[in-house]
Each structure stands twice: as C-alpha cells, then as structure tokens.
C-alpha cells in the first residue's frame, strides 16, 4: 500500500504530461494554428503573404523584373476585405493529419480578372498605337501588378464567398499547414485560375476594347494603328487639315453595338452594327463640288497646282460639314492565342468599318495634272 501511495504522484504526474502531449494534437490546436496564420492574411501582413502566395504565381509566363514597392501594394488591396470562418475540423492522431473546411471570404477574383485583361489589352493597343502612350508597357511582372494595383485603387470588388479545405501534419510536436497550389489558389478566390484563362475575356468583350479604344485616339495613333498612310497622311497642311477633319467625324460619329458572336474552337467572327460618318455621301459631295469647279473657268486659269490645292480644300469643306451617318452591319474575326483573344487583321477590319470607301484619299496626282 505505501508502494502504491510512493508511485501514485509519479503515475498522476506522467497521466498528466501524456495527457498534454495529446492536446496538442487536438482540434483546438489545429483551429490556434489556423487562426493564428490566417489572421496574418487578415492583418496585411505582406511577408506572410508571401508564404502563401508567390509574386511570380499570378504571372508565371511574364518576364521577371524587380519589384517597386507599388507592386508590393497589390497584395495588401487584395486582402484588405479578406475574412475567414473556421467550420469543421477533422484530426487523425494516429496518421499525425488534419484537415480543416474553412468559409473564405475574398474579392471578386473573376471581374477582377475581367477587368485586368482588358486593361491589358487596351494598354496594348495603345502601344501599338503610339510610342508614347505606353511606351513603358513590356508585359513584365512589374507592368501587370502596376494594372492590378490601378485596378484595384480605382475600382471597389464586391466580396464572393467559398469552401475551402486546408490540411496539416503534426511535426516537431507542432502543427503545420500543407501548403499548397490548391490552396494559393483558394486564398486569392481562384484569382490565379482566372488570370491563367484565355477565355477570361469573350470574344465580345474583346472586340468591345478595341472599339472603345479606337474611338478615343487621335490622328497620329489612328495613322499608326490603322497604317492609313495614304488617307491620314500629314505631311503638308493640306493633307494635315483633312486627316484632322476625317478623325473629328470619326471622334463625333463612330459608334458601336455587338449584336452576336460565334466560337469555333481558337477561332470566332462577332458582328457589330458600326455607325460612322457616310463616306459615300462625302465623297458624292465632294465629286459634284469638284466637277462644277472643273468646268468653270476658274479652273482652266488657276493650272494644275491651284487645281490639285482646290480638289483638296474643296474635300476638307465637304468633310468638315458632313452631318449624315451610316449604320452597317460588319463582321470581325479574332484568334485565340493560348493566352486571350486578339483581332485578326485589325488594320483592315477596323479600317473598313470605320472609314468606308474613305480608306484612300480621293485626291489623285500631286499637282502636276
């Protein structure tokens, strides 16, 4: 009996260590492990993000440049309304796993995208149509967080909600967090999915970017985009003074509604209603005011050179007064790259709905008739 009495602390006291050895291996461990990680996500942390979610991961493909610390901003807008709910945990001791289903809350990842891929194409289009305008855009890491981190300034996301499962290893007497791609993904709201879909931005929606964009150029990034050499051409004030003109009307009239597209695997055709200012009207003004010119004496006096200045004042007068508008249906065709959708032969396409029978000048010779 005192041999039992002499070893009962002992016993109570090792029941006790043994006993905490196993709690820690409890759910409730597993939910401090999980909270205490998450609310770093929560609390803006950016080197825990980090952990988590690798700069490069939302841009795998793009050049690698250093970051500025405009860029390392992005992640903090990200999660700025980013919360979380602990539902349900699962432990198994004997495997030393547990999982845990976990209600995030994050922002509207997918309209995020959507935005991103058309600021993105819109800042292409612009560089293509001039140097200046996006003379920066090099489609590195660092160009496409600065569009994110624009975004994201500019715009408020709404929040979506979803499940996910988080799973954990205990080692080194501690639980851990298995991370994974999975679970990047899921801590952005699938943002890494939806920026990696070439799909991301419709075939509708694509064409709406370059319409919209269009619209808003002036003539130089008109002449560059289009190569309407011969129409927009500014090399002297006479031909400067109509391309100035042609691009008003353009500025005044153009205007677009999509009306339906059709997807054959990488390819699709989407048809608009394209109103734009009545080339075939301006140019049977232009023609009727040119012949009365023509047969007048004023004509046989003034010579060639005069005629050659007459044909185009006469044709910037007929362009400047212009009021009447044509609406007609037109049919443009993109490809899928593999990353998004692009306009084939834009110069052409977008030339011949917008300018007409316009795309040349009417004006023949250069003064020598």
Known sequence: MKIVKRLLPAFLFALVFLMAGCSSMGKSDVKEVITSELDLLKNLDSEKTQEYVSYKELFPNTKDMELSAEVKEVFSLFFRNFDYKIQKIQVDKKQKTASASVKLST???????????????????????????????????????????QLLKKNKYETTEEICTITLHYKNDAWIIDHSNALENDLVGDLITYLADPDILSP?????????????????????????????????????????????????????????????????????????????????????????????????????????????????ETIEKNEDTITASAVFHLVNDGASWKLKDASTELGNAIFGTLVTSPVSGEGNE
């Open 204 to 316: 509708e929606e694509t064409m709406k970017v370059y319409l919209k964009t269009l619209k808003k150029m002036e003539l130089e990034e008109i002449n560059n985009f289009l190569g309407i050499e011969s129409l927009l051409a500014s090399g002297d004030t006479a031909r400067s003074a109509i391309a100035s003109a042609l691009v008003e009307q353009v500025h005044t009239n153009f205007n677009y509604k999509i009306t339906e597209s059709t997807v054959n695997g990488y390819t699709a055709s989407v048809k608009a209603e394209i109103t734009t200012f009545d080339s075939d009207s301006i140019l049977d003004n232009y023609h009727e005011k040119l012949n009365d010119y023509l047969s007048s004496a004023d004509a046989v006096i003034d010579g060639s050179e005069k005629r050659y200045l007459k044909s185009y004042e006469l044709l910037l």
């Open 107 to 149: 922002l509207d990842a997918q309209s995020l995208a959507e935005d991103f891929a058309a600021l993105k194409l819109k800042t292409e289009i612009e560089k293509a149509a001039s140097s200046k305008s996006a003379e920066n855009f090099s489609d590195s890491t660092d160009d496409n967080y600065r569009l994110l981190n």
